[in-house]
């Protein structure tokens, strides 16, 4: 199995990271991709991948709630370093509105100037919503070019959403939210194209069931699977073996 999205660089891991590690691997998790933030995240996202190069792959981007009024300077700082290092994706990118509307024109601008770095340089996307859906889906459909790919991380929404995605061309990140009794993934996750799904954690954040509001861990995406399993009435093997595949494409694994 593939964890498409761990923070595993956060200081929440500071103390036990190789503990983590070892346990992701003993539960079948032999890949953790690696999500950027901003430009203090980077330095330990790097060191992390070092520590661990046969199971760790970062990817370059910045996330909307570190966007501010200094963002062209910060994104081409965040850009330079694709000149720099070898990274699987332009990500997380995206939009989020959820805490702070106050830079919402300046992350509009840093999540489309990051979809042509990811044009020019041929790499998937991973998308980061939060009470964006449709703001991100018409920024994406203005510029889906046909060559745009990637997944929409912590997936939680409707089917209608799904599909919309899925149009797109773009996959849905599952993770932790798929498991909890009101998330309403439920009604979601047995109808869903099982070519476009991949696993995550994004932990330290969303452990699902029985781990909830505990920290997240790379180890727990078997829980994620099993849960998808259930729902579809699949082997959970066969779910590893289709979102595998589907994370390997994505990424060029």
């Known amino acids: 199995m593939i964890d498409t999205h761990a923070h595993i660089y956060a200081s ?20 953790i991709l690696l999500p950027n ?19 760790c792959r970062s990817m370059m981007g910045l996330h909307p709630c570190y966007v501010d009024a200094n963002v062209e300077q910060t994104l081409a700082t965040i850009k330079s370093w694709f000149d720099k290092h070898n990274f699987i994706a332009v990500g997380e990118i995206g939009i989020d509105l959820y805490w702070d509307k106050t830079f919402r024109a300046e992350q509009e601008k840093a999540f489309v100037t990051q979809l042509n770095w990811a044009k020019e340089m041929n790499l998937p996307v991973v998308i980061h919503t939060r009470d964006s859906i449709e703001e991100t889906l018409t920024l994406l459909r203005q510029e889906q070019d046909g060559s745009l790919r990637g997944v929409f991380h912590c997936f939680g929404g409707s089917l209608e959403e799904a599909q919309a995605i899925n149009k797109l061309g773009f996959h849905l990140g599952l993770g932790g939210v798929s498991t909890f009794k009101n998330g309403g993934m439920d009604k979601v996750i047995p109808h869903l194209d099982m070519d476009y799904v991949i696993l995550e954690t994004d932990c330290p954040y969303l452990a699902p069931v029985p781990h909830r509001g505990k920290r997240n861990e790379p180890s727990y995406t078997e829980l994620v699977a099993q849960r998808i399993a259930d729902l579809r009435g699949l082997a959970l093997e066969e779910v590893d073996a289709i979102t595998t595949n589907n994370a390997e494409k994505l990424f060029s694994l």
């Open 37 to 55: 933030i901003d430009l203090e995240s980077i330095e330990p996202m790097l060191a992390t991948e070092k520590q661990f190069p046969e199971v």
């Open 12 to 31: 929440e891991f500071d103390q036990d990271r190789e503990e983590v590690v070892k346990r992701a691997l003993s539960q079948g998790i032999d890949r």
